[in-house]
């Protein structure tokens, strides 16, 4: 099993409607849960960053972790054709000094 | 703010050449760097951590004589492929760790080694 986890894709969704975008891990310890956006030939970028149960939103992005679950979510709202990205989900892991990435989804907003 | 910075964005040389690529923190003082290898199409891999004052840590198979990675203020990191071959062709990306595990990247580094 690997220690974060997410479907490569890509997803689809057509432009206005919802994208959620899923993660899991392997650490129950686990306490900091982070989302990146990367554009193709580009550097990751944070997008949203929680901490406790529950969810946390920003502008047309919500993040939502379920600890218990060990899942981490992120929403995008009016998705844009310009959302189009891979989205890398990142958990700081106990004991450990950088963030673990999965090997991020690839979402595709149709126009 | 947090904002991080890589010089040079693109560099080409030849095989055999040592290479160096700067990582700054601009707005925000970083004890902790670390360096990233991407691949076309695969995942980030972590090459190192670079500790301000101190010597890098290097992930399991990174070879730290070729890469070598110097941390010598609380705003730079360098890295440095020395004797660079054309597997070594790749996006270099460093990070800064800023407050509760919070890490910003770079713009990344792409390498071609002819």
């Known amino acids: 099993q690997k220690e974060v986890e997410q479907n490569s894709g890509p997803l689809s969704v057509p432009e206005g409607a919802i994208a959620s975008l899923n993660c899991t891990y392997s650490?129950?310890?686990?306490?900091?849960f982070f989302w990146y956006r990367q554009y193709s030939g580009k550097s990751p970028e944070l997008i949203m960053f929680?901490?406790?149960?529950g969810d946390k939103e920003d502008g047309r992005f919500t993040a939502q972790l379920n600890k218990a679950s060990q899942y981490v979510s992120l929403l995008i709202r009016d998705s844009q054709p310009s959302d189009s990205a891979t989205y890398l989900c990142?958990?700081?892991?106990?004991?450990?000094?950088?963030?673990?990435f999965g090997s991020g989804t690839r979402l595709q907003v149709q126009p | 703010g947090a904002v991080v910075s890589q010089h040079p964005s693109r560099v080409i040389c030849k095989s055999g050449t040592s290479v160096k690529i700067e990582c700054r923190s601009l707005?925000?003082?970083?004890?902790?760097m670390f360096w990233y290898r991407q691949f076309p199409k695969q995942s980030l891999m972590l090459m190192a951590t670079?500790?301000?004052?101190?010597?890098?840590?290097?992930e399991q198979g990174v070879e730290k004589d070729k890469f070598l990675i110097n941390h010598a203020s609380l705003t730079l990191s360098t890295l440095t492929v020395t004797s660079a071959h054309p597997e070594d062709s790749s996006f270099y990306i460093c990070?800064?760790?800023?407050?509760?595990?919070?890490?910003?990247f770079g713009p990344g580094t792409r390498l071609t080694v002819l």
């Open positions: 990070s800064a760790r800023g407050r509760a595990d919070t890490q910003y």
């Open positions: 650490d129950r310890g686990s306490q900091s």
């Open positions: 929680i901490y406790s149960n």
């Open positions: 990142a958990v700081m892991l106990t004991g450990r000094r950088a963030l673990t």
């Open positions: 707005d925000f003082q970083a004890t902790t």
């Open positions: 670079s500790n301000e004052g101190s010597k890098a840590t290097y």
